[in-house]
């Protein structure tokens, strides 16, 4: 089982990025997504969650307005957009799923059981 997060690179302030999460040896469909990153020498932070269906998602505070999670389940990807970046935004993103289809961990890291390899997303001034 493994999560793949890609589409990271170097933006200036303001800009865009979107980031895409893929999966091989699961059924992604079936499964919540969180995005979580870490800057250098911080820790790792919550983003934004997305339950299986795409109905329910959550933000943290830090991203609310600015970035936007989604999924498209036929194709099995879950995206996460992110405009208005900042500085600040600079971090390694992984993405996460839980072991067991169909809960929805939402913001809290350790109820997630598989992360993928992250993508570096730098944010210049």
């Known amino acids: 089982l493994q999560l793949q997060a890609s589409g990271g690179g170097l933006v200036q302030a303001g800009g865009s990025l979107r980031l895409s999460c893929t999966a091989s040896g699961f059924d992604l469909e079936y499964y919540a997504i969180g995005w979580f990153r870490q800057a250098p020498g911080k820790e790792r932070e919550a983003v934004s969650s997305?339950?299986?269906?795409?109905?329910?998602?959550t933000y943290a505070n830090s991203v609310k307005g600015r970035f936007t999670t989604s999924r498209d389940n036929a194709k099995r990807m879950v995206y996460l957009q992110m405009d208005s970046l900042k500085p600040e935004d600079t971090a390694i993103y992984f993405c996460a799923a839980p072991a067991v289809a169909g809960i929805v961990p939402g913001l809290y890291g350790d109820q997630y059981d598989y992360w993928g390899q992250g993508t570096l997303v730098t944010v210049s001034s």
């Open positions: 997305i339950s299986s269906s795409g109905m329910g998602i």
